[in-house]
């Protein structure tokens, strides 16, 4: 099994730039989250998807984020426009559901994507 | 308050010592505890859940659980350099898992 995959691993761009970052989930998954991790602020949970279906959004800290899940095995996470503030450690995870049994609800997460806004 | 609190440390201990790592919770909802470790630049990995109050153990890894002072432990017996990385608590409830902010622990040749 590949795991999560994420790309890119790292991203360095200019304030006011678009930015997209993509994930590939376990294959049978059917829960995928989108976190950022800080220094100050840690882990942070930013919006999940269960069977493609985005669940809950409010730790999207702004309108310039937004999130999609086309199909079981893909999503992307956009920014626009980037700002300095943005700059952080995006996580993708999945797990096999949400169903109460922890079993199903490990999550598995990707490398991460590095991303530095200018 | 925030929901759950971690002390961030950094956390420097010789190899061969016990180390102890802790969170406190606020919400009572949580009914299930997890710890990721997280390595250098890598994502975080599951190391250890537990559902209930009491003990679990795992090979030199204890998770510790007290629901009535909302307080969780993680042991590691005979510390190992191979252990240094960040260490995060996790919980849930009906909602998704909110994590702590990890201890960052080194453990030292």
């Known amino acids: 099994d590949a795991g999560v995959i994420q790309s890119p691993r790292h991203e360095v761009t200019e304030m006011g730039q678009e930015v997209t970052l993509r994930c590939k989930p376990i294959?049978?998954?059917?829960?995928l989250f989108w976190y950022r991790q800080t220094m100050m602020r840690g882990l942070e949970l930013l919006i999940y998807?269960?069977?493609?279906?985005?669940?809950?959004d409010s730790g999207m800290p702004e309108d310039r984020f937004s999130a999609k899940m086309p199909n079981a095995s893909f999503s992307t996470l956009k920014i626009q426009p980037s700002e300095p503030r943005d700059s952080a450690v995006y996580f993708c995870?999945?797990?096999?559901?949400?169903?109460?049994?922890?079993?199903?609800?490990?999550?598995?997460f990707g490398p991460g994507t590095r991303l530095l806004v200018l | 308050q925030k929901e759950v609190e971690q002390d961030p440390g950094p956390l420097s201990v010789p190899e061969g010592a016990i180390v102890s790592l802790n969170c406190t919770y606020s919400n009572s909802a949580f009914q299930y505890f997890m710890w990721y470790r997280q390595y250098s630049r890598k994502g975080p990995e599951l190391l250890m859940y537990t559902y209930s109050s009491g003990n679990k153990e795992d090979g030199r890894f204890t998770a510790q659980v007290d629901k009535s002072s909302k307080y969780i432990s993680l042991f590691i017996r005979d510390s190992q350099p191979s252990d240094s990385a960040t260490y995060l608590c996790a919980m849930k409830g009906n909602t998704p898992l909110v994590f702590g902010k990890g201890t960052r622990l080194s453990v030292i040749a």
């Open positions: 995870a999945s797990s096999r559901g949400t169903s109460g049994r922890i079993g199903q609800e490990t999550q598995y």
């Open positions: 294959s049978g998954h059917n829960s």
């Open positions: 998807f269960n069977n493609n279906v985005p669940i809950d």
